[in-house]
C-alpha cells in the first residue's frame, strides 16, 4: 500500500464539535491519516459516536464534553487529552453556532453566546495548545474553520455569524504572526455552504446541490495541518467549491 502524502502518525488531534457534521469528518479524515484524535463537544453522544466510527476502523481516540466558550473547560480539556494522549499537536477549531437572529433582534446574550463559541471558543483553544507547546519547545498547527461569510454578507440573518467569522480570519493571522518563532502554524479554511444535516434544514434544495461534502474540507483541514503545508501560515484558504 502506498504511504499517505500527508501522515499523522504518532500525533494528536484536538477537534472541538467534533461530534457531528463537518467535525466528525475531520476526526474521522484525521484519525485514518494516523492520528490519536480527541473529539471535544457539548453532546455527550454525539461525541460518543465519532469515537465509536474510529475505533471501529482501528483507530485511537477519546470523547471530551464541554463548552468551548468556557475558558476553564477548555483547559480541563486540554489536561484530560494530554493525560490520554500527549501532547496536542494539531489543533482544529471547528466548534460553530449560527442561530440567525436578523440584526434588528440580536441582543447581548445573542452576541455573547455567538461570539463565545464561534470566536472567544478558538483562542481559548488556541492559548490551551500554545502553553503546552512552546515551554516545551515543540511545533504544532493550528486549523481554524472561518466561513464565507468572513469576508461577505450571507444575509437572511447571520450577522453575528459573519462578524465571528469576520473575527476568526484576523485572529488566524494573529496568531501566526505572534507564534511563528515558536515553530506553531495558524491557517484558516472558508468554506461556503457545507453538505451536512444541520444545513440541510436550513438551506432550500437548489443552494445544497452545490454544497461541498465534509470529506472534502476534511481533507483541506488534513493538508493544512500536515508537513506538506509546512511553509503555510496566516492563510485563510477558500474552499467554495464549484
Known amino acids: 500500500m502506498t504511504a499517505p502524502l500527508v501522515d499523522f502518525t504518532d500525533q494528536h ?3 472541538t464539535g467534533g461530534g457531528t457534521g463537518l467535525g466528525r469528518a475531520i476526526c474521522l479524515r484525521l484519525s485514518s491519516l494516523g492520528a490519536r484524535v480527541t473529539a471535544f463537544d457539548v453532546d455527550p453522544s454525539a ?3 465519532t469515537v465509536k466510527l474510529i475505533e471501529d476502523s482501528g483507530g485511537a481516540a477519546v470523547a471530551l464534553i464541554g463548552d468551548v466558550a468556557d475558558r476553564d473547560a477548555v483547559a480541563a480539556a486540554f489536561a484530560r487529552a494530554t493525560a490520554a494522549f500527549g501532547p496536542v499537536d494539531v489543533l ?3 466548534a460553530g453556532i449560527n442561530p440567525h437572529v436578523p440584526s434588528r433582534d440580536l441582543t447581548p446574550d445573542d452576541w455573547s453566546r455567538i461570539s463565545g463559541v464561534n470566536l472567544a471558543g478558538y483562542l481559548w483553544c488556541a492559548q490551551q495548545l500554545a502553553a503546552e507547546l512552546i515551554p516545551a519547545g515543540r511545533a504544532g498547527a493550528i486549523v481554524n474553520v472561518s466561513s464565507i ?3 461577505t454578507s450571507l444575509g437572511r440573518g447571520n450577522i453575528a455569524y459573519g462578524m465571528t467569522k469576520g473575527g ?6 494573529e496568531l501566526a504572526i505572534a507564534w511563528a518563532p515558536h515553530g506553531i502554524r495558524v491557517n484558516a479554511v472558508a468554506p461556503q455552504l457545507i453538505a451536512t444535516a444541520a444545513n440541510q434544514a436550513l ?3 437548489e443552494l445544497l446541490a452545490h454544497a461541498v461534502q465534509p470529506g472534502a474540507i476534511a481533507n483541506v ?4 495541518a500536515g508537513d506538506l503545508a509546512a511553509p503555510v501560515s496566516g492563510a485563510i484558504v477558500p474552499a467554495y467549491g464549484i
Do not use: C, E, Y
Open 13 to 15: 488531534a484536538f477537534v
Open 47 to 49: 461525541a460518543a459516536g
Open 92 to 94: 482544529v477549531n471547528n
Open 149 to 151: 461569510g468572513g469576508s
Open 168 to 173: 476568526v480570519d484576523q485572529l488566524t493571522r
Open 203 to 205: 438551506f432550500p434544495a
Open 221 to 224: 483541514i488534513a493538508f493544512l
